[in-house]
């Protein structure tokens, strides 16, 4: 029921608005009556002015007519005197174009050896161009050479710096191997100053021989690394030394060969620059006689000028009359078009009204649509109707009272519902009826105003012809007139066109030949940039060798100075070998000894010996004290700083360690 009053408040509004639209469209009627009314009196005003103007303008144009013959025959017998000058003229020209002809073939003979000499300088400037080219990609291999020599040179310093820097790590190492030694030499003053505790030194003892060791092991491996690294020096330095002398033999070789083509090319250049030299004085001579003939050509340009402008003035004379006629027509064709915009303005009156007629038809096919829902939903609730009282008359014997009252109370209402569905359709069905009869007037008026637009075209038509009529006639009286005037304004003209033509000529290639002239310049200016910037690169270049020889000098002079040092630190080296030769020694006698006081001191403390084993001890303590005092004498010696020859080698040596 919903969407039923729904489908009748759409179909209602969608009328209302259709009612609306033939009311507009009804409007716009009335308007296009009165606009074409008003077209039909504009036409008929428009022929007769057609009329009259057609009239005058026959009797104006018979008139002008006559009086152009006159005047045509008149300046037919001028043109006539004019011809017999302009031929007397023509045959001086030609004199002056033969000469002019031979003037030419000298100047182009000229010209192609000018081409044939500048082709085999650009074939000299390509030559020159290549050898640049290998020049420069053999200074830029030189220059890579020299960043890797440079490179290897820093790597160098960098491993120079790091030897020194190890130097100075063994340096701080033998410092403390002597204060170590200093305090083992100490230890040992009072290990026999010591007698009575034996047990004490015994142990002071073990310890300082667990600290020599691993003294010895450390210093054997700094030994080990020292000479690795001395070997790699010597591995570097020899590769650099022979890769600085094959640089310095490939640099003079280089220099060599740059200085050759030097030279070479300053004779090429001086030659190029005599050749050149003697060609511009050559065109210099040329230039003076083209001037010549410019000047003479120019004399005979101004006469022909002259003429010209005679021949101009009764040009235009003919062409302010022919405008006089232009303007006439002019005026015809605005009123034609005058037309042509009334006739484009009921065209698209009727494309309007073709278009609301259009979107009529289709506002009525969609209320055709909207009926067919209609009268199918009507047909669906009959048949629900018929199904509801089958159903009331099978179950009523079953169905109580209140299911009866139900059911006739939906009855009901669904009758409602048909009775306005049936309103709502014949409403609709009248509508219908009254737009297809407004749809019917539109069609007769839209073909009245068809055939009266079709009546303005044909009357289009016929002014169309009348005036391309007049525009024939009138173009054919100006195509008799130009054709007598244009046979004698066109020999003057090409009269002047060769003589301009060759003027033209003669520039084009006097220009032609200066720009050969200032490009030859340009690219000699440009040989001898080059030539100037390879000098100062071959300059630089013996700079940048010059250089790297100093800076190979001094890394000889620093690896000399490495291998003193460490030539140096070999006989420390060995001076420190020989030092823990004797400690080895030293030790090696202190554990005897430490292992006779033990063996003793175990004797002692069984303590059952005798006084005399006790005195036999005593005797042999004191001997054996004798005997360490006598080996730790000598090895005191050996640990002092100045009593020995190896200690003292060392000391003196190594001036900064005597300082310390």
């Not at 820093?154 to 790091?162: I, K, Q, T, V």
């Not at 490495?562 to 420190?576: A, D, F, G, T, W």
Request: glycine share 2%; proline share 0%; with cysteine.
């Amino acid at each position: 029921m919903d969407l039923e009053k729904s489908q009748n408040e759409v179909l209602r509004e969608k009328l209302r608005t259709q009612d609306d639209k033939l009311e507009v469209l009804q409007e716009n009627k009335e308007l296009d009556e009165f606009t074409i009314q008003k077209y039909e009196k504009e036409i008929n005003s428009l022929k007769q002015q057609l009329t009259d103007t057609k009239k005058k303008n026959d009797e104006k144009l018979l008139l002008q007519v006559e009086e152009m013959r006159k005047k045509l025959m008149k300046e037919m017998e001028a043109y006539k005197k004019e011809l017999e000058q302009s031929e007397y003229i023509r045959a001086r020209n030609e004199k002056a174009k033969e000469k002019l002809m031979q003037e030419n073939e000298d100047m182009l003979n000229e010209l192609n050896k000018l081409r044939f000499s500048v082709r085999e300088m650009e074939k000299k400037q390509r030559k020159f161009d290549q050898t640049l080219e290998e020049e420069k990609s053999k200074v830029l291999k030189a220059s890579v050479e020299r960043d890797r020599l440079a490179q290897e040179l820093r790597d160098n310093e960098s491993n120079a710096l790091m030897i020194a820097k190890e130097t100075g790590i063994l340096k701080s190492r033998i410092a403390e191997l002597e204060s170590i030694r200093n305090a083992l030499q100490l230890d040992l003053d009072n290990a026999v100053t010591m007698k009575d505790d034996n047990g004490r030194n015994v142990l002071e003892l073990d310890r300082m021989k667990r600290q020599l060791e691993t003294e010895l092991a450390n210093a054997k491996e700094t030994i080990t690394e020292l000479e690795d690294n001395l070997q790699f020096t010597e591995d570097a330095k020899l590769r650099l030394d022979v890769t600085l002398q094959a640089m310095n033999a490939e640099l003079e070789k280089v220099r060599g060969d740059k200085e050759r083509d030097d030279d070479e090319r300053r004779k090429m250049m001086l030659r190029k620059l005599g050749d050149l030299e003697s060609e511009l004085e050559s065109e210099r001579r040329t230039r003076l006689t083209l001037m010549q003939q410019k000047r003479k050509l120019e004399v005979d340009l101004q006469h022909s000028l002259e003429q010209v402008e005679a021949i101009t003035t009764q040009k235009e004379e003919f062409s302010r009359q022919l405008r006089k006629c232009s303007l006439h027509l002019k005026d015809l064709q605005l009123e034609v078009d005058q037309s042509k915009d009334a006739k484009d303005a009921a065209l698209l009156q009727t494309h309007d009204m073709e278009k609301r007629l259009k979107s009529l038809e289709e506002e009525l096919a969609r209320i055709g649509e909207t009926n067919m829902q209609l009268t199918v939903d009507k047909r669906r609730v009959e048949r629900e109707r018929d199904e509801a009282v089958e159903q009331l008359n099978v179950r009523s014997n079953l169905m109580n009272t209140e299911d009866k009252k139900r059911l006739e109370a939906k009855i009901y209402e669904l009758e409602e519902l048909l009775e306005e569905e049936q309103n709502n359709i014949e409403l609709g069905n009248d509508k219908l009826k009254k737009a297809q009869i407004q749809l019917e007037t539109l069609t007769t008026e839209l073909a009245a105003e068809r055939s009266l637009c079709e009546k303005l075209e044909a009357d289009k038509q016929n002014l169309e012809r009348r005036c391309k009529d007049l525009r024939i006639n009138l173009e054919e009286m100006e195509s008799d007139t130009r054709t007598r005037n244009r046979g004698q304004i066109a020999l003057l003209e090409t009269k002047l066109q060769a003589a301009n033509e060759q003027c033209a000529q003669m520039e084009q290639e006097r220009n032609m030949t200066n720009r050969q002239i200032r490009r030859m310049e340009k690219k000699l200016s440009d040989t001898l940039i080059t030539s100037e910037k390879e000098k100062r690169n071959i300059v630089l270049l013996k700079e940048t060798a010059d250089r790297a020889i100093a800076r190979h000098r001094q890394m000889r002079q620093q690896i000399e100075d490495l291998e003193e040092e460490v030539c140096r630190e070999r006989s420390k080296y060995r001076q420190l070998q020989r030092s823990i030769d004797d400690l080895n020694e030293t030790n090696e006698t202190l554990t005897r000894e430490n292992a006779q006081l033990k063996s003793l001191a175990a004797l002692a403390r069984r303590g059952g010996l005798n006084r005399a084993s006790t005195s036999r001890f005593g005797s042999e303590t004191d001997s054996f004290g004798r005997g360490a005092r006598s080996l730790g004498g000598d090895s005191i010696d050996l640990l002092q700083p100045n009593s020995g020859s190896t200690t003292g080698s060392y000391a003196g040596d190594d001036p900064d360690l005597t300082a310390n």
